[in-house]
């Protein structure tokens, strides 16, 4: 257990609809990032947040946003869902922006 | 072009054959240097960061190396659970670039 929380596990939503993915990182981790993979491929970096503030923008479509609150939790939203979205959505954090990450177990994401 | 490039994309071993991944990376100002191990349909395990050339670091069967240009995860006498997706991950000294490789998917056969 690497000490990251992502909720929902699992998420089936219909094409159009919007869903917001959740994330607590370790206790102590001021870093937290936002990967999707899609079936086979590889880790896409999505953005970064440090204590609250963006960081580092990834390849981050426009329908989807972010963003880190006051207890260090973060929320993914994801918007106007196409089929092509359907992945797994991982939540990674760490102590700074140049340490190691740990990886939650990802919140599977399925669009209809 | 900043990159991370692994080899072998995939690697089947018998039990007990030992071996090792190869990760070449071509960044401008590496800050660190991370290997995670994935299973199929999970996060990334982490298992190593490398700092600096020539530091080593171990963990039960395997073993992570850096030089200036690439880095390797040695893996001794492999057990079938050791069966996974392992991946290289360059961080810069701006703390906010990432580069990932993209995996040596690793099979161990009993």
């Known amino acids: 257990d690497s000490g990251v929380t992502q909720t929902p596990k699992h998420l089936i939503t219909a094409t159009g609809q919007r869903v917001t993915l959740r994330c607590s990182p370790r206790?102590?981790?001021?870093?937290v990032y936002w990967y999707q993979q899609s079936l086979d491929q590889g880790l896409q970096f999505l953005i970064q947040y440090y204590n609250g503030e963006e960081r580092a923008k990834g390849n981050i479509l426009e329908r989807f946003s972010a963003q880190q609150f006051p207890d260090l939790h973060s929320e993914l939203n994801l918007s106007s869902l196409e089929l092509g979205d359907s992945a797994l959505y991982f939540c990674a954090s760490s102590v700074a922006p140049v340490t190691e990450a740990f990886f939650g177990q990802g919140t599977r994401l399925t669009v209809v | 072009e900043d990159q991370v490039t692994q080899s072998p994309e995939a690697l089947r071993l018998q039990e007990g054959e030992s071996s090792s991944l190869n990760c070449s990376y071509t960044v401008s100002g590496l800050r660190g240097l991370f290997w995670y191990r994935q299973d199929p349909g999970k996060g990334p395990e982490f298992l190593f960061t490398?700092?600096?050339a020539g530091e080593e670091k171990e963990k039960e069967r395997l073993k992570a190396t850096l030089t200036k240009k690439e880095s390797f995860l040695h893996i001794t006498a492999p057990k079938p659970e050791d069966s996974a997706t392992y991946l290289c991950?360059?961080?810069?000294?701006?703390?906010?670039?990432?580069?990932f490789g993209t995996g040596t998917s690793l099979t161990v056969i009993p």
């Open positions: 991950v360059a961080l810069l000294n701006t703390g906010n670039q990432f580069y």
């Open positions: 206790s102590g981790d001021l870093s």
């Open positions: 490398l700092y600096s």
